[in-house]
């Protein structure tokens, strides 16, 4: 079975900073899919960012970029330019090639401080 | 505008009832979930639907049944047989076919027991 660790309950970040959640899976697979969701204080989870493992260039979008380390099974998310709106859980997940089985870490709470 | 519902945004239910949650969907997808979240964890997984008429259990499927009888809808039953129902629960969906598409979530509908 595949897991999923967040080894930080809860970081803080100072506005215009730059923060970096951490994330480590266990796997057999060798391909599979990781991503980053964010839930903030409405409770909706909103997709942030996804990597496909079979890509070794990491993904980016805008403010958020991903440090994927394969062999080290290590996904962590980047946060550069943090904005008080970045404030929220933040999650990451696992889904294997071949199933439908989203796998999610139990969170990392940001905090985003003027 | 495309995008999930989930309703009642709060549910209560009483000791020996059953309740059902809603979601609907009019992205298309083909594939819809459903999750629960407890305070300080992650999501798993309760049951999933491939395509109309068809469900898989997941992680913890017990006290808890569905339907897909449409492909924009997938309900959720919350049984008397799931003795601890208080809860947040999250609805998602996804082009699910090619199973490696992203799940997009609903608002979430929080479950409490009078």
């Known amino acids: 079975a595949q897991t999923v660790t967040q080894s930080q309950p809860e970081m803080s970040v100072q506005e215009a900073e730059t923060v970096t959640l951490s994330c480590t899976y266990d796997t057999s697979e060798s391909n599979y899919y990781l991503f980053w969701y964010k839930q903030p204080p409405s409770r909706q989870m909103i997709l942030v960012i996804r990597q496909e493992a079979y890509k070794q260039q990491n993904a980016t979008e805008n403010r958020f970029s991903v440090n994927f380390q394969k062999a080290a099974k290590s996904f962590s998310l980047k946060i550069s330019d943090s904005q008080l709106g970045d404030t929220a859980m933040y999650f990451c997940?696992?889904?294997?090639?071949?199933?439908?089985?989203?796998?999610f870490g139990a969170g990392t709470r940001l905090t985003v401080k003027p | 505008d495309g995008g999930i519902t989930q309703s009642p945004k709060y549910l209560f239910r009483k000791e020996g009832q059953n309740v059902t949650l809603s979601c609907e969907q009019n992205l298309n997808h083909d594939a819809m979930y459903w999750y629960r979240q407890d305070p300080g964890q992650g999501l798993r997984l309760i049951y999933y639907s491939q395509i109309v008429n068809d469900f898989q259990k997941g992680d913890i499927a017990e006290g808890y049944s569905v339907s897909r009888e449409k492909k924009e809808s997938f309900p959720l039953t919350v049984t008397s047989a799931q003795k601890n129902p208080t809860a947040f629960y999250l609805c998602a969906s996804g082009r699910g076919a090619a199973l490696r598409e992203t799940q997009y979530f609903g608002p979430g509908t929080r479950l409490l027991v009078l």
């Open positions: 997940a696992f889904m294997k090639d071949n199933n439908n089985d989203m796998r």
